[in-house]
Structures are given as C-alpha cells and as structure tokens.
C-alpha cells in the first residue's frame, strides 16, 4: 500500500522543548515538503527537500530545521527558537511529472 | 494582497445542489492548478489537477482555468452530504517557480445539508 505516513498523529511539547515530526514514503518521490497549516491562513511551505542530501527553507523556516539522509524519510524538527509552534503540520511528496503533491494525515502539536 | 485570493465561507447547500468554489490569483506564472479536498483533522487530498487553462471534468466534479481572467473554478454536481468538507485551491510555476513550490488558497469550507 502506497502512501505518506505521519507520526505521532498528536503531540505535546513543553515550552523550550525541541521536537521531531516524522514523515514516510514509500512511493518512491523524490521531492517532500512541510508545511504548517493554521486556522485563516492556509498552508504555509516550511521546508522542502527535492533529493536526498539536500533541502531549501520555504517562507517561514524560522524555528524549524531537517534533514533528508534518505529518500524515503524527511524529519521536521520543531525547536524552542519557534515562537508560536502550535499548529497541524503536514507533510507532502511530489513524483516526477505534474506539480501534485500527495499529502499525509498530519501531525497536530499542541505547546503546553 | 494575497497571491491567492479564496473566499473562506462557510457555504452551505441542500443535498443535490450544484456548488461552485472559486479562487483568484495575481501571478501570471502559474500554470498548474490543483484543488484538494480535506476532511476535519485528516490531510488534504488531490482531486483535479489542470495544466493551463480550459476544463477537466471527473464525475462529479469540473475544474475550469480562466488564466486571462486568473480565475479558476471547482463544480461540484448533485452535491452529497459526504462532499462537507473543506475545499483548497492550489497552483505551482512549475519548475521555474522554484521548486514546483505550491501556493495554497486559504480553502472554502462546504457544508451540504439533508
């Protein structure tokens, strides 16, 4: 079964706390992105990452760093540097041809 | 001003209806345009994709591209209960914008009523 798989489905940080969002696929995509979805405002692009071992901010990668050491995985780290982290964060991959994304289920981070 | 404009609703039709979504956009670059469906809490979910202007019919649903307008539309015929949902456009420059990196609308939330 092909997909994107996304874990934990909820999470909790403390405030100062770093934590890591994982992201999955096995449908053997080259490109993968993330991107943070608020209430009003959309999705908004973090990072992306168009082959292994290399990665571009998007428009709001303040607070946020990852890694791409494989083509199937695409870690988000969420740090304390991050003001406002509470968010439904989604990760998207992109095979070659036309410029659809296919999404995961989400991460939804709650700061405590 | 946004690069894309979406009306955030809420919409709300009787079962059966014909829905129109629409989105506009001020970037002559774009020229792939998407329109995903997500449910509550879940991931958004690719249902039309249009390269360049003119129609794609799927079912139910007709996605049109007017870029001389920079308009694009989502039709959704004989609308069900199961279609409440929240609909977001989204459109790439492809790989000249950088990327293929995607701009989203801000999405139209649909209710359909029994």
């Known amino acids: 079964d092909g997909g994107i798989t996304q874990s934990p489905k909820y999470l909790f940080r403390k405030e100062g706390q770093n934590v890591t969002l994982s992201c999955e696929q096995n449908l053997n995509h080259d490109a993968m992105y993330w991107y943070r979805q608020d209430p009003g405002q959309g999705l908004r692009l973090i990072y992306y990452s168009q082959i292994v071992n290399d990665f571009q901010k998007g428009d709001i990668a303040e607070g946020y760093s990852v890694s791409r050491e494989k083509k199937e995985s695409f870690p988000l780290t969420v740090t304390s540097a991050q003001k406002n982290p509470t968010a439904f964060y989604l990760c998207?991959?992109?095979?070659?041809?036309?410029?659809?994304?296919?999404f995961g289920p989400g991460t939804r981070l709650t700061v405590l | 001003q946004k690069e894309v404009e979406q009306d955030p609703g809420p919409l709300s039709v009787p079962e059966g209806a014909i829905v129109s979504l629409n989105c506009t956009y001020s970037n002559s670059a774009f020229q792939y345009f998407m329109w995903y469906r997500q449910y509550s809490r879940k991931g958004p979910e690719l249902l039309m994709y249009t390269y360049s202007s003119g129609n794609k019919e799927d079912g139910r649903f007709t996605a049109q591209v007017d870029k001389s307008s920079k308009y694009i539309s989502l039709f959704i015929r004989d609308s069900q209960p199961s279609d409440s949902a929240t609909y977001l456009c989204a459109m790439s420059a492809g790989v000249t914008g950088g990327g293929n990196k995607l701009t989203f609308g801000t999405g139209t939330q649909l209710k359909v009523e029994l």
């Open positions: 998207a991959s992109r095979g070659q041809g036309p410029d659809t994304q296919y």
